[in-house]
């Protein structure tokens, strides 16, 4: 079993960073894919972005390919997302998503967080 529990999110202005974090327990984790994924009011789940469970692959959405980073320290079961340069569309609760599972297949994901809402002001 794993837990997840997001943290980070808030109001900032645009153009402005924020640092989400994604904390689990269960000895597994380190070995698990970790995708974050976001919805906005009225719209679709939608992926942003994946690290697998070493750290070496990342993927993102093109939306927000160079303006995110995911990382992760298995050593403290966390996984993180560096967002800046942040924009109005970008507001949205963001989840994170664990599993055994390719980057791209991190939707089907067993276990989900919470999530953690971020607002931009325009």
């Known amino acids: 079993q794993v837990q997840l529990v997001e943290s980070g999110g808030g109001l900032v202005q645009a153009g402005g960073s924020l640092r989400l974090s994604c904390a689990a327990s269960?000895?597994?984790?380190?070995?698990?894919?970790v995708g974050w994924f976001r919805q906005a009011p009225g719209k679709e789940r939608e992926f942003v972005a994946a690290?697998?469970?070493?750290?070496?692959?990342?993927y993102y959405t093109d939306s927000v390919k160079g303006r995110f980073t995911i990382s992760r320290d298995n050593a403290k079961n966390t996984v993180h997302l560096q967002m800046n340069s942040l924009t109005p569309e970008d507001t949205a609760v963001y989840y994170c998503?664990?599993?055994?599972?390719?980057?791209?297949?991190?939707?089907?994901?067993?276990?989900w967080g919470q999530g953690t809402q971020v607002t931009v002001s325009s």
């Open positions: 690290i697998n469970w070493s750290g070496s692959t990342t």
């Open positions: 998503a664990a599993g055994d599972l390719p980057l791209l297949h991190l939707w089907k994901s067993t276990y």
């Open positions: 269960g000895r597994t984790f380190s070995s698990y894919a």
